[in-house]
C-alpha cells in the first residue's frame, strides 16, 4: 500500500493525504481528516517506509511505560488491545526502578511514538516528565500515586475500599478489618474508603482496624484474626495468605470469617470457597485512556474529564452473615418423658426375680434428648413435644430450659399424662426401654401448625417415631417445603410411610428396627438399599459394638466405634443424631461427621441418664483437635452401643 492508494481509496489528492500525514492539515475539513486517517490506520500504511532516517509525521505507534511494582500486566494487555482497534500498533516497556524507568522512556521516545501512556512510578525521576515534554507528543497519565484527574486516568482506591466493606456490612458485620501488605498511596485511600464505609454505618473506625504486614512482621494481630468476623484485603494474594491463616487458627472460611478480596479481572480464582471481590474496571480504564489519547493523537477535540466508574462485585462463596446470625436453628419434633433408670446385673428371665441395684428418675425421651444434645453443641434448639400438667411435665420443662433449648413449642394438656420411659441397665450399659406414650400421642397436626415459622428459619429438622405419626408427617412436609434437611430417627413403630421417606436426608434405623422394618433384606447394604430406593438420601444403620454401617446409593463405609468403659447407652443415639447434625451444620462432610457423632455417642455412655453424658461443643472440639475422634474398638475395653433395644409400647390415659 503506496501513498497514491490511500489518495484513492480516500477519495482525495496525494498532497491531502500527505498533509494529513505530516500534520500540516490546518486547512483540510474534519471530515477529510478523519476518512483519511480511518484508511491509513486499516492498511497500517507507514509513511517512507524502509527509510530508516526520522521524519517528521504519523508512526501510528504509542509506546507504554507500565510500573512493574503494579499488578498491571492484564491492564497492559487491555490497552494493547484497545490501541490496535484504533488502528496503532504498541511498545511496551516494564520498569522495576526509577533508572530503568527513565532508561525505557528514553528508548520508546526514540521510535518516535505518535503518543505515551505512563504508568508512572512512586519512585519517578524529575527528568522524565521533562523529557517527555520536550518531544512535544501527547501523552496519557496512569499514575496510582496521585488522586485521578483530566490527564491522570487511574482507579479510585477510596471507592474499591467503601464498596469492599459495604459488602460486608450489609451482611450485618460490624467487627471488621482491614489487610494489605504495604501502606502506600493507593493502600492508603484503600483503608479510607473501607474506613467511611464503616462510618456511614455507625461502626466506630479507627487505625486499629487497619493491618499493614510490613508493619506487624508480616502477621496478623491475633486481636484481629480471632476477634473479627469479616475482613477487607487489598488484594487477592492478600486474601490467599488469610485463607490459609485463617484455616491454621481453625477460623474457616467463611462460617467464621468473611473475606472479601479485590480482583483486576473477572477469571476465576484459584481459592476455594471461591473468593468474593470488588472487580477493578480495569476494561472501562483502558478504554477511556485509549479514546482520550486517541483523541489527542488524531488531532480531535476530546472531553477534559477524569475517570470515574464504580467498581463492581464477583459474588463468590467466602462471605456470609456473621455466625451469630447464620441460620443455626435446629426443629426437634418427638417425645417427653419421665425416665426411670433401673439398674441390675442382668434382665431377669420369664418368671424369674432379681434384686435392683439403683433407681434414679430424669427428664428424657427422644426429643428432649436431641434437643438437650443439639443445644449443648452450641445451637439453638428448638422442641415441639407435649407433655401432661403434672408434675414430672413440670420437670422436664423447666429441664429443657435450664438446658437452654426453647420451649415455645412444648404444650400442655390435661387428658394425658407425661410420658414415661422404664429402662432396664445392665451390668455392661446395655438396656431394654419400655414406654408409655402418654402425652406425646397426643401431639397433633394443630400442634405443629402453630410453630410453622420456626421451620423457615432451620437449617434442620430431627424427627422421631416415638409421636403420632400423623405430626411426624406433617412436620416432615413442612420442613422439606422450606428446603430443611430431616433426620429420622424410627422408634417404636413397624412401617415407615414412602411418603415420609421420600421427604428424609438422614434415616437412621439401629439393626433391631432395619430388621424389624425390611425383614427381607440379607444384608446391610440391602436393607440400606432399600429405604434408599424409597427416597432417603442417607441410611445410617447404627450397630452397637460394631459401630455404624452408612451408604447414600453411591458411597458406602462401615465406622469401628469409640472406645469407652460403658455405665449407660440409653441416649447415645440421640447423642449421635445430634452431633451428626451439629458436625453437618458446620460444614463438615458426611463421613467426618459420622466420626464425631461415634465419639459423641461413646461420651453419652459413661454417666447414668440418657443427658447426662451429652457431649458440650468445647469438650467435642478439643478432642476433635486432639484426634481422640479416631479411636477404634479395642478387645479389652467394654465399648458403648448406641443400638437402642426393642422399645414396648405402653397405653395410654383415656
Known sequence: MNIREIAKLA?????????????????????????????????????????????????????????????????????????????????????????????????????????????????????????????????????????????????????????????????????????????????????????????????????????????????????????????????????????????????????????????????????????????????????HICRRLTADMDGFRAIEAAFVTKPSIISGQSVDVPFDFQKKKVVVVGSINMDTLISLERFPQMGETTLVQSVAVSPGGKGLNQAVGISRLGLEAYLIGKIGKDYDGADAFNYLKDNHVSTEGVSHTSKASTGRAYIHIQGDGEGGIAIYRGANDTLTVHDISQNIFVFQMASFCLLQTEVNIDAVEYAARLAYNEHVKILLKPSAIDSVPDSLLQK??????????????????????????????????????????????????????????????????????????????????????????????????GFSTVKLGACAGMIDLPTLEFHINSGHTDQEASDNASVYSYTDSIQIKGGQNQ
Not at 237 to 247: H, I, K, R, T, V
Not at 528 to 551: E, Q
Open 504 to 601: 428424609v436426608f438422614i434415616f437412621m434405623p439401629n439393626e433391631n428396627e432395619i430388621g424389624r422394618l425390611c425383614p427381607g433384606g440379607e444384608t446391610y447394604e440391602e436393607k440400606a438399599g432399600h429405604f434408599l430406593g424409597k427416597g432417603a438420601k442417607n441410611v445410617i444403620i447404627t450397630l452397637g459394638s460394631r459401630g455404624c454401617y452408612w451408604s447414600d446409593g453411591v458411597r458406602s463405609k462401615y465406622f469401628k466405634a469409640a472406645s469407652f468403659s460403658t455405665v449407660d447407652t440409653t441416649g447415645a443415639a440421640d447423642a449421635f443424631a445430634a452431633a451428626l447434625v451439629a458436625c453437618l451444620i458446620r460444614g463438615e462432610d458426611m463421613e467426618t461427621a459420622i466420626l464425631y457423632a461415634n465419639f459423641a455417642a
Open 11 to 287: 477519495g482525495v489528492s496525494v498532497a491531502t493525504v500527505s498533509k494529513v500525514i505530516n500534520k500540516k492539515d490546518q486547512n483540510i475539513s474534519e471530515d477529510t481528516r478523519r476518512r483519511v486517517l480511518k484508511i491509513v490506520k486499516e492498511y497500517n500504511y507507514t509513511p517512507y517506509a524502509g527509510v530508516t532516517k526520522q521524519r517528521e509525521g504519523k508512526s501510528f505507534l504509542v509506546a507504554i511505560a507500565l510500573d512493574a511494582s503494579q499488578d498491571h500486566e492484564y491492564l497492559g494487555s487491555l490497552l494493547i488491545e484497545d490501541f490496535r482497534r484504533e488502528g496503532y500498533s504498541t511498545l511496551v516497556c516494564r520498569s522495576g526502578s526509577a533508572q530503568e524507568e527513565f532508561r525505557n522512556l528514553t528508548a520508546m521516545l526514540g521510535y518516535s511514538p505518535d503518543g505515551l501512556v505512563w504508568d508512572r512510578r512512586e519512585d519517578s525521576l524529575d527528568g522524565c516528565l521533562d523529557m517527555i515534554r520536550a518531544r512535544d507528543i501527547p501523552f496519557h497519565l496512569m499514575d496510582t500515586h496521585s488522586p485521578p484527574a483530566p490527564n491522570n486516568s487511574c482507579i479510585d482506591f477510596w471507592q474499591v475500599g467503601y464498596t469492599a466493606a459495604r459488602q460486608l456490612i450489609q451482611l450485618r458485620h460490624t467487627q471488621l478489618f482491614c489487610l494489605a501488605r504495604r501502606r502506600g498511596y493507593s493502600e492508603g485511600c484503600f483503608f479510607q474508603g473501607f474506613q467511611m464505609a464503616c462510618l456511614d454505618s455507625g461502626i466506630a473506625a479507627n487505625e486499629s482496624m487497619v493491618c499493614v504486614l510490613e508493619e506487624q512482621d508480616g502477621e496478623v494481630p491475633g486481636r484481629l484474626l480471632l476477634g473479627s468476623t469479616g475482613a477487607v484485603c487489598f488484594s487477592e494474594d492478600m486474601a490467599a495468605y488469610l485463607y490459609e491463616l485463617s484455616q491454621l487458627k481453625n477460623r474457616r472460611v467463611p462460617k467464621y470469617l468473611s473475606v472479601v478480596g479485590v480482583q483486576g479481572n473477572d477469571r476465576d480464582c484459584f481459592l476455594q470457597p471461591r473468593l468474593t471481590s470488588v472487580l477493578l474496571p480495569y476494561r472501562e480504564l483502558s478504554a
